[in-house]
């Protein structure tokens, strides 16, 4: 069992020393087919079904570059205010792992196809951070290990191990920070808010889905720290694959409190790499870290340089989209929302959805009250992003205009979208299939309203004495005659006709 690490408190750790980040994103990009071979990328197929001789690197196959994949990685580029590389090419990084199928993963290293950018990320106070980008560069991913039996998933302790290569292949852009000085006691919220901004930004450029939980968003934090009034870096480890924003921002905290703590106990932080626990919260030894020239870069033989013309990316600059935090500054004006509405819309995931379901038709305060109340509620219940609720913003605005022509009450409207989440259909649908349009027909409601003055005659002579107040209690029970589906307006107003 691995002894627990000995921790400084935070506020002592940023007291002496100085963190340096680096944080290396890799973001798998949402081609149809892989980086070097026609295979399909889809998610979650069956393991090894997805393959060719080429990702598989069987003697005698040659690769050929997906034109989708590199038209990503420039655009990509741009967004990140990085230059675009008048020439570049691929080199050979050589290493063993048994889900690399090849023995060398094709990449970039001295050469990318982007580089020298910077990303303007804003923190929880407004307050506006630069993280510089040294690069962004093209490779490819590799397969996957299952370790079976033993805790945790982890090697050590499995029984034996299982591997998938459908992944091995699949096209990469790994986004690598410059050193990140600066940030002092806010650096692991710098952390969490660069990857924020970094995953907005690709799903708003949609080169990929950017799901932390499937992986094809993946962060690997780098941490090191310095004594304060000191210059040189200290050595760093490296947490990999953190596979969430709160994730990043804690294995930040928790090396930093745990490099402190070897420091002014005598000892020497070893450059390796790390795993983040999340369960507790922190990480555990993995390998030594090895440095480039343990890699053995040379140029890849069968692939020919790269050379975008400039006429290409000027193309492609001009695709760019409107950028997160413009989208956020236009929504906020044209909405009128405060600062803590905007925030309480970015931090649910629930901004895009709010602007669509605007853009089909709804009111900005109806589109956000259904998103950041119900359907809020309704995704913690099933433990998924906002996002990935099975409803759309096209379904919910048609649902806030079915309440607006008042054929559908609030209450009904809830189980509208409950059915839409439950496959059952468009919202028209489920309000037929269900019965659950508003009865607004005065004959059917002075019917319903006639029998609840005959159940309750002593509140009926109330009502005729003038206590008007007590038609409450009439109305409730013509809305329970009728399953909710009548106008409680309307009701009210029979009722008081039906006494006077």
Not at 130 to 138: K, L, N, P, S
Not at 391 to 407: D, N
Request: one cysteine or more.
């Amino acid at each position: 069992m691995t002894a627990v690490a000995e921790l400084m408190d935070y506020a002592e750790v940023v007291e002496r020393f100085d963190p340096v980040l680096g944080l290396e994103v890799h973001v798998e990009l949402n081609t149809n087919t892989k980086m070097f071979c026609g295979c399909p990328t889809a998610f979650g197929a069956e393991p090894n079904t997805q393959v060719c001789p080429t990702c598989l690197g069987l003697p005698g196959s040659l690769p050929v570059v997906n034109r989708k994949a590199v038209e990503s990685a420039i655009r990509i580029g741009l967004a990140l205010n990085c230059e675009i590389a008048e020439w570049c090419r691929f080199a050979r990084k050589n290493y063993f792992y048994p889900d690399m199928p090849k023995n060398f993963q094709t990449s970039q290293y001295d050469e990318p196809i982007a580089f020298n950018g910077h990303l303007d990320v804003v923190l929880d106070d407004g307050e506006v951070f630069r993280v510089g980008i040294e690069r962004a560069h093209m490779e490819e991913d590799t397969g996957k290990s299952l370790h079976v039996g033993g805790s945790g998933g982890r090697i050590h302790g499995a029984e034996h191990s299982l591997l998938d290569y459908n992944r091995a292949g699949v096209p990469l852009i790994e986004i690598v920070t410059k050193p990140v000085e600066g940030a002092g006691e806010r650096a692991p919220e710098v952390a969490r808010a660069y990857v924020t901004a970094l995953r907005d930004l690709l799903r708003a450029l949609d080169v990929s889905d950017v799901r932390m939980d499937q992986g094809s968003l993946r962060c690997d934090a780098n941490v090191s720290l310095k004594p304060k009034g000191t210059a040189e870096f200290g050595t760093r480890t490296e947490t990999k694959n953190v596979n969430s924003l709160r994730s990043v921002e804690r294995a930040v905290r928790y090396e930093m409190c745990r490099q402190a703590a070897v420091l002014t106990g005598g000892g020497s932080v070893v450059q390796e790499t790390r795993h983040f626990d999340e369960s507790t919260g922190s990480t555990a030894a993995g390998r030594r870290k090895e440095t480039s020239e343990d890699y053995r870069y040379f140029p890849e033989p069968d692939l020919v340089p790269l050379a975008p013309s400039r006429e290409w990316v000027k193309e492609l600059s001009a695709t760019l989209p409107e950028l997160p935090w413009e989208r956020r500054k236009r929504a906020q004006e044209e909405w009128g929302l405060s600062d803590a509405e905007l925030r309480d819309l970015v931090n649910a995931g629930a901004l895009e959805l709010v602007a669509e379901t605007v853009e089909a038709g709804a009111s900005p305060d109806e589109a956000r009250g259904w998103w950041v109340s119900y359907l809020a509620q309704q995704a913690n219940a099933r433990g998924v992003e906002i996002a990935d609720l099975p409803i759309t913003p096209k379904q919910v605005a048609r649902v806030i205009a079915l309440v607006a022509e008042g054929a559908l009450t609030n209450k009904l409207a809830r189980q509208v979208v409950d059915g839409v989440l439950a496959g059952e259909g468009e919202p028209d649908e489920v309000v037929a299939a269900r019965g659950l349009r508003v009865v607004s027909d005065d004959s059917a409601l002075l019917a319903a309203v006639d029998e609840a003055l005959a159940a309750q005659p002593d509140v009926a002579e109330k009502i005729r004495g003038g206590k008007v107040q007590a038609a409450g209690a009439i109305v409730g029970a013509v809305m329970k005659a009728t399953r909710g589906q009548a106008d409680a307006k309307r009701v009210r107003e029979l009722v008081i006709e039906r006494c006077s």
